[in-house]
C-alpha cells in the first residue's frame, strides 16, 4: 500500500536542522503544528482544536531551500507523505513547501523590492511661490499682447 499524500497548513515550531549524508544530500527536519477550527453552533464563533504537530523531512534543494527560509513562527503549506504515527506525531515526507501569505509578504529571488522600496517614505518639499516679473521680455513674465489686454480691463 502507498503512502498517503496529505496537504498541511501549520505553524514552524523550532528551527530546522540541516544535515548532509555521505554523498552530500541534503536533508532537514522541522516540527510544524496544525491546530484545526470547529464552528461552535451554540457561541456562534469558531474554536480552536487540540493541536496536531507534525515531524517533517525534506531532501535535496527543498531541504535546503527550507533550511535558508524558515524560522519559528511562519506559517507554511506542506505537501507530503505520511511515514509513520508514533509519540503523538505525525511523521511527514515533504514534496513540497510553500510559505502561507495569510500573515505575511513573501518575496522570491525574482520580485525582491528595489533599494528604494526599503527607504523610508518623506513628504516632498513644499512648492516654492513663484515670482512673476510684469518687465516685458524678462522669462518668466507674461507676453505683451497678455499685458496690453490686461490694461485694457479684460479678463
Known sequence: MAPSVTHVSGTVVGDVEVRFTQN???????RLTETPTQWDT??????????????????????????????????????GRTTAIKDGSIYLSVDDLGISLRRRIAYTETSLPSPIAARPVTAP???????????????????????????????
Not at 518668466?140 to 479684460?154: F, K, L, V
Open 24 to 30: 552530500g544530500i541534503a536533508v532537514c527536519r522541522f
Open 42 to 79: 451554540a457561541a456562534q464563533k469558531w474554536r480552536d482544536l487540540d493541536p496536531i504537530p507534525y515531524i517533517c523531512t525534506a531532501w535535496r534543494d527543498l531541504a535546503s531551500n527550507a533550511a535558508e527560509s524558515l524560522v519559528e513562527g511562519v506559517n507554511v503549506l506542506a505537501k
Open 125 to 155: 518639499p513644499p512648492p516654492q511661490p513663484v515670482t512673476v516679473s510684469l518687465e516685458p521680455g524678462r522669462p518668466g513674465s507674461p507676453p505683451a499682447w497678455w499685458q496690453e489686454r490686461q490694461a485694457s480691463h479684460w479678463h
